[in-house]
């Protein structure tokens, strides 16, 4: 229980610092994308759901740390071949069909829903080598 | 008796004299060509919103302080409509809107309280201004430095711009994504204003 703990909050303060960095990433490489983020469809930020931005690393990491456990002697090989593979289980099973859904029904461009995949992936992906370093 | 009291009524009352302005009373219409921009910042860049024509006609009434010989305005604003800012940028545009209230206060509004004379000026000489600046419901009084373009003949064409904050009207910048993505109070008022002198 312990190890899985302090894999679980190791690997959500590492996401937290990896999607602060990535969204400020996308606002200096991709700024017409960025704004995008002014549409309506996105909530005005007020104390009662921004720090659900900050917890959701966490709720991640547990939710991959589960799987993890479940699943770990399924993922052979390296630590990088093991993390990749979780990264792209987690994207195509998870990312890919609600994004498709989520494109359908907001109005946000196919940019801004590549930008979401590949920030789930990498998030994934950071996790799983977290995961099979701590916890292999 | 009818009729003496009739015509009682109309000397008291004299509707021909409702066009006389008092003497040293003065007016100008401010004309179409007038703009107002707004210089603003987000966390990702920087924008501009103008407002696309200024529709209305309004007529500035005011008269010379003979101790200060500044103008002193009586009763006169510029309104703008709010649904008339245009960011250039469909979301921006709409945010700005929606933290303008727009919906409730559909016009931002400039009193003219106070001017040095134009008249008096050279051209490109600075000119001080002062003015109420009615946003959203609340009013603030703001100095303005004006430029005077030209105040020859009928025309006086005076820029000016003031510094502002979305906290001076109480108003709170968009702000999205936690706040990593918003738009910064900072905001630069530019206008350029057309006087045209009546009488």
């Known amino acids: 229980m312990k190890k899985i703990l302090i894999a679980g909050f190791t690997a959500g303060i590492v996401l937290l610092l990896i999607s602060l960095g990535l969204m400020f990433l996308v606002i200096k490489i991709f700024p017409t994308l960025a704004e995008e983020y002014f549409s309506p469809v996105f909530r005005w930020s007020s104390v009662e759901t921004d720090w659900m931005f900050f917890v959701h690393p966490f709720i991640l990491s547990f939710s991959l740390k589960w799987f993890w456990e479940r699943y770990k002697d399924i993922f052979q090989g390296s630590v990088m071949l093991r993390a990749f593979e979780v990264a792209l289980v987690y994207g195509i099973v998870a990312m890919v069909p609600v994004l498709w859904l989520t494109y359908s029904s907001i109005d946000i461009s196919i940019g801004m829903v590549l930008t979401w995949l590949g920030y789930g992936i990498i998030q994934a992906f950071i996790a799983g080598l977290i995961f099979s370093w701590l916890n292999p | ?199």
Request: with cysteine; glycine share 6%; charged share 25%.
């Open chain 2, 1 to 199: 008796m009818k009729w003496l009291i009739c015509f009682l009524l109309i000397l008291l009352f004299d509707p021909a004299g409702a066009d006389k302005k008092a003497p040293g009373v003065q007016a100008w219409v401010v004309e179409k060509n007038s703009s107002l921009v707004i210089e603003g910042s987000s966390s990702i860049s920087g924008f501009t919103c103008d407002v696309r024509q200024y529709l209305n006609h309004d007529t500035l009434i005011f008269f010379t302080d003979d101790r200060s010989k500044r103008l002193v305005f009586q009763r006169s604003a510029l309104s703008v409509e709010v649904s008339q800012f245009d960011c250039h940028h469909k979301f921006i545009t709409a945010d700005l809107r929606k933290t303008l209230k727009y919906q409730q206060y559909p016009a931002m509004k400039i009193h003219f309280i106070s001017m040095e004379d134009p008249g008096a000026a050279m051209q490109e000489h600075t000119i001080k201004g002062v003015m109420d600046i009615e946003l959203a419901g609340v009013v603030r009084r703001m100095d303005i430095i004006y430029t005077v373009k030209n105040q020859a003949g009928k025309i006086i064409q005076l820029s000016g711009s003031k510094q502002m904050h979305f906290s001076d009207f109480k108003l709170v910048p968009p702000k999205k994504m936690a706040g990593i993505i918003k738009i910064n109070e900072d905001i630069k008022v530019n206008v350029q204003l057309f006087f045209r002198k009546i009488g």
